[in-house]
């Protein structure tokens, strides 16, 4: 289980303000991608606080309310659109969402632990953590949130957009995703530049 022995290393440097950083939806054929930033404050700890990935989705959505009810608790969110994705591929857009999610912080940040590599000129201080959703509190932290807000959006959007049933496989490029997308061809929310997206027409 992650703890907060990396962010404890990062205080005892002198840095006072340490954020976890990760994102959710790279992956998908569809959608924005999403980026949160946690700052959880010192002596913080949860029983089952992990990688997104490794929870339900109904533990997600526990975990994220907690998130935000509780005290000291510091949330920013930011994205890249479908727009952005296409424009400046989909490594930047990330590396975008998450300079968002930093700036929305309601706090100065020191320093930033950001799930995976380093991220070329970002705007403060940080260090990669390989795996880091699995060892970091914040990161695991950020992690939920990312994949939360990223999940409530696509889910929003199947509304608007029901025949591709969107709130099923969340834009990834599962079978029945891949059957819509022949059937009715790509909507506005699809990403352009992503296989087999690109081969198709845009009638829109």
């Known amino acids: 289980m992650p703890d907060m022995e990396i962010e404890k290393r990062v205080c005892g440097g002198g840095v006072l303000v340490v954020a976890g950083v990760d994102e959710a939806g790279r992956g998908p054929l569809a959608g924005p991608v999403m980026a949160a930033a946690v700052v959880l404050p010192e002596g913080y700890g949860h029983g089952k606080l992990t990688d997104s990935k490794q929870l339900t989705a109904r533990q997600r959505e526990r975990i994220y309310e907690e998130l935000r009810g509780g005290e000291g608790i510091l949330i920013g969110s930011g994205e890249a659109s479908v727009e952005e994705i296409d424009r400046l591929n989909i490594l930047r857009a990330t590396h975008l969402a998450m300079e968002r999610a930093v700036r929305a912080l309601p706090v100065e940040v020191g320093y930033c632990l950001i799930d995976g590599l380093p991220v070329p000129r970002f705007p403060w201080a940080h260090e990669g953590v390989v795996k ?20 409530r959006w696509i889910e929003r959007a199947a509304e608007e957009w029901p025949q591709y ?6 834009g990834y490029g599962t079978e029945l995703h891949l059957q819509l997308l022949r059937k009715y061809g790509p909507c506005p929310l699809h990403r352009r530049t ?3 997206v690109a081969q198709m027409s845009f009638d829109f």
């Not at 699995?134 to 990161?139: A, K, V």
């Not at 049933?165 to 969340?170: I, T, V």
């Open 132 to 151: 880091g959703d699995g060892l970091s509190l914040s990161i695991a932290a950020a992690s939920v949130v990312a994949k939360v807000e990223r999940d």
């Open 165 to 170: 049933a969107f709130a099923q496989h969340k």
């Open 194 to 196: 992503f296989q087999p």
